[in-house]
T-cell receptor, first 115, second 111 residues
């Protein structure tokens, strides 16, 4: 059971380049999330998904797109990277909320630097 | 919109002593969940403790306990018998459909 994995772990981009971050989970979780973590800002939600084929905006969605074509994968795309997108990106997943609480399981993070 | 506030950016505690980290939140919901996560230098997010809003009893996990005051919208974390391995960033988080995090408190343990 690998839990939540993220690819790649590190990446350096030039301004204007594009890239896709991949998140995969093997726990059959319905919910998946993308966060960014910046110094002094905690974790801020970028986009999330409540199930295969559905996505929704979080707190800071501008400049990012996501797709959830398969239940186990959640992709985060940067079409034209900007230095302001330099950050550590975390993916997380959780079971369907329903009537019970569910913790989020986090991936190890991806450190992205945009020059 | 829900908000989570951690008013202490940094705290220090002597090893073996007790420390309390503060967290307040704002919501109009009545049914929700609250969490404390720990992030050590490895960056891995680790769940420390969780609390259901409908439960009046405060959650406890070994040396970690919470003081949940629903009316005051307060959710503080108490760490007893602090250990060097407790040094980390601690994030308070509120959940209904998605989780909203506070900005974190960096905890230093003094030997």
């Amino acid at each position: 059971n690998a839990g939540v994995t993220q690819t790649p772990k590190f990446r350096v981009l030039k301004t204007g380049q594009s890239m896709t971050l991949l998140c995969a989970q093997d726990m059959n979780h319905e919910y998946m999330y993308w966060y960014r973590q910046d110094p002094g800002m905690g974790l801020r939600l970028i986009h999330y998904s409540v199930g295969e084929g559905t996505t929704a905006k979080g707190e800071v969605p501008d400049g990012y797109n996501v797709s959830r074509l398969k239940k186990q994968n959640f992709l985060l795309g940067l079409e034209s990277a900007a230095p302001s997108q330099t950050s550590v990106y975390f993916c997380a997943s959780s079971k369907y909320s329903g009537s019970s609480y569910n913790e989020q399981f986090f991936g190890p993070g991806t450190r992205l630097t945009v020059l | 919109a829900q908000t989570v506030t951690q008013s202490q950016p940094e705290m220090s505690v002597q090893e073996a002593e007790t420390v309390t980290l503060s967290c307040t939140y704002d919501t109009s919901e009545s049914d929700y969940y609250l969490f404390w996560y720990k992030q050590p230098p490895s960056r891995q997010m680790i769940l420390v403790i969780r609390q259901e809003a409908y439960k009046q009893q405060n959650a406890t996990e070994n040396r970690f306990s919470v003081n949940f005051q629903k009316a005051a919208k307060s959710f503080s974390l108490k760490i007893s018998d602090s250990q060097l391995g407790d040094a980390a960033m601690y994030f308070c988080a509120f959940r209904d459909d998605k989780i909203i995090f506070g900005k974190g408190t960096r905890l230093h343990i003094l030997p």
